[in-house]
């Protein structure tokens, strides 16, 4: 063997004998401590924060040795950019974005580690979440149209106020005409890559005219009049109110003249034109559009309800595009969209199939004990005959195609007091509660300044309840936020709005004690005269499809 060789061999033999040697009696020569190391959790309320508000945060630090060490620091980061040094983070949030990295660094300045704990938070614009929206006429009588977005502090139910929402994110712009009525409607947010926050249209008398506002921006997106495929209004059309669904859109006039539209696609806002030599018609005549009860899960319904006056019929305006087998082609897209088919029950005991002599004061959607969800959607109405007032419940299955949905009776007509409250002279308002299964099968009805509550559950002489007496007439009344609508929004003439607590404890204590100092959760004033209260979601309802 080469000498070299050998010589080299034992060299690394000696070498590694020798660190091995070193490495062991290191262990000995040394006095290592445990170290301590930290978990970094950071709890968030909810994975969405508002621009503008206070994100407070106490992190939850878990040390491996089960006490807390000493000489730590503390970096907080959104995004990669510093936001605060302290340990429990007080930010008034002023950067956005979605889906971005919230980090925090806990250093141990004794043995130079550091750890970190992360989650993923969107900020978004303070306007797109769920929250109370009303129309109203400034003291100019031009409209106005004020954003209220629930939270809490200290526990307790308060809204953010935006006042003049339009003008203040339009520059001083003012919508300038007499408020009508106002509407949102939504996009799918799959594959669409446009903002899929609800949007309001807003019907008002001169000015800007009928415009569809954008819900996170408030800024004007169309004006109804450029969507006619000529450019403007059919001679003598004055609109009263727009509802746009999946697929069709309805424009509706002041004799209740219904134009339409339609679009292939659920992905985008509608950009089609509205027809304007036809109106939307059933046996040849035209529709009364003017009673419309939309759905809150109007997608998988495959349209809405309207009670015909011209008919004395109810009647299903169809929304639906579906895919049929044709032989030697495939499966086809099928248009049923502006269909129009009679909703029949042939149930003798109601008056459903021809309310001939009836007058129809309100319909409403609403799921539960009057209608069960999972392929149908419940109504009710409050109809009227020779001055005695009934409570019609009935059930529409989901619309398939060309013929029309299965209607039928859930509960027999009911005969209700209201007959001093809903006349000629009084101002009526009515809203129900859509989750009838949640503890709140209530229909809210006003009569001029008084808030009444029909308690369908309740003894006799205790389901008509008045829940609560205002200073001015109410104008406006919607249901939502809370657990299964909770809550109640209420506007009147005057300007002032309230948040009422519709719990059935609340409730119980008003019957027992003739009022309760729980039901008013949160009061605004001074938001001109209020035409209208809506309760505008973020998104649709329907699970998997739209939210």
């Known amino acids: 063997m080469n000498m070299k060789r050998i010589k080299l061999k034992l060299a690394t033999a000696i070498l590694l004998g020798s660190l091995m040697s070193s490495c062991y009696e290191d262990k000995g020569n040394y006095d290592y401590e445990q170290m301590n190391d930290i978990t970094v959790g950071i709890p968030l309320e909810s994975s969405d924060c508002v621009l503008g ?50 980090r925090l660094a806990v250093k141990d300045q004794t043995t130079g580690v550091t750890y970190f704990g992360s989650a993923l938070l969107s900020v978004i614009s303070p306007y797109t979440t769920d929250g109370w929206v009303t129309l109203s006429a400034k003291e100019d009588g031009t409209s106005m149209l ?29 919508l300038g005409g007499k408020p009508i009525f106002m509407s949102q409607h939504f996009v799918s947010p799959w594959g669409s890559g446009e903002d899929n926050t609800s949007w ?12 569809d506002v954008s819900g996170s921006s408030y800024q004007t997106e169309g004006y109804l009049p450029a969507m006619f495929i000529n450019g403007g209004y059919p001679q003598g059309f004055e609109p ?95 248009y049923y969209s502006g269909n129009v088919l009679a909703l029949e029950t042939w149930d003798s005991s109601d008056p459903f199939d021809d309310m001939t002599g009836y007058t129809v004061h309100y319909i409403g959607a609403c799921v539960g004990p009057y209608g069960q969800g999972g392929g149908s959607i419940g109504y009710m109405s409050v109809i009227e005959k020779d001055s005695r007032f009934f409570i019609q419940h009935f059930e529409v299955d989901d619309c ?66 008045k829940f609560a007496t205002f200073d001015a007439p109410i104008t406006g009344i919607d249901t939502g936020g809370g657990a299964y609508e909770g809550h ?46 809506l309760y505008k979601r973020e998104r649709a309802r329907d699970y998997g499809s739209w939210d």
């Open 200 to 211: 309001l249209w807003i019907t008002q008398q001169g000015g800007q005219g009928c415009v």
């Open 53 to 102: 508000d206070v994100l407070k945060i106490t992190p939850e630090l878990k040390f491996s040795t089960g006490k807390e060490t000493e000489n730590l620091t503390y970096l907080w980061t959104f995004d990669g950019q510093e936001i605060a040094t302290e340990r429990v983070l007080n930010w008034t949030v002023d950067k956005d974005g979605k889906y971005k990295d919230l």
């Open 400 to 465: 398939s195609g060309k013929y029309a949905p299965g209607a039928y009776i859930t509960t027999p007509l009911r005969e209700v007091p209201f007959a001093d409250i809903v006349n000629a002279s009084t101002k009526n308002v009515y809203a129900l509660c859509y989750y009838q299964n949640s503890g709140r099968p209530y229909l809210l009805l006003s009569s001029d300044n008084d808030l009444y509550l029909y308690y369908f559950n309740g003894d006799k002489g205790k389901q008509l309840i």
């Open 240 to 334: 009263q109110r727009v509802y746009d669904m999946v697929y069709l859109s309805m424009a509706i006039g002041r004799n209740g003249e219904i134009y339409t539209r339609v679009k292939e696609s659920l992905n985008l806002f509608n950009s089609n034109y509205f027809l304007d030599d036809r109106v939307l018609s059933y046996n040849g005549q035209p529709i009364d559009g003017t009673m419309i009860a939309m759905t809150p899960e109007f997608y998988e319904h495959g349209g809405v309800l309207a009670y015909d006056k011209n008919s004395n019929r109810y009647l299903h305006i169809t929304d639906l595009k579906a895919s049929t087998l044709v032989i030697g082609s495939g499966m086809v897209d099928k």
């Open 146 to 174: 004020t954003y209220m977005r629930p939270t809490t502090k200290d526990q307790k139910y308060t809204c953010v106020v935006t006042k003049d929402v339009y003008g203040l994110s339009n520059g001083g712009a003012t």
């Open 488 to 533: 109640a929004g209420v506007g009147l003439e005057n300007g002032e709005f309230y948040v009422l607590d519709l719990s059935l404890s609340v409730l119980e204590e008003i019957i027992k004690e003739g009022d309760s100092e729980k039901k008013v959760l949160f009061k605004e004033e001074g938001l001109g005269k209020i035409v209208q209260v």
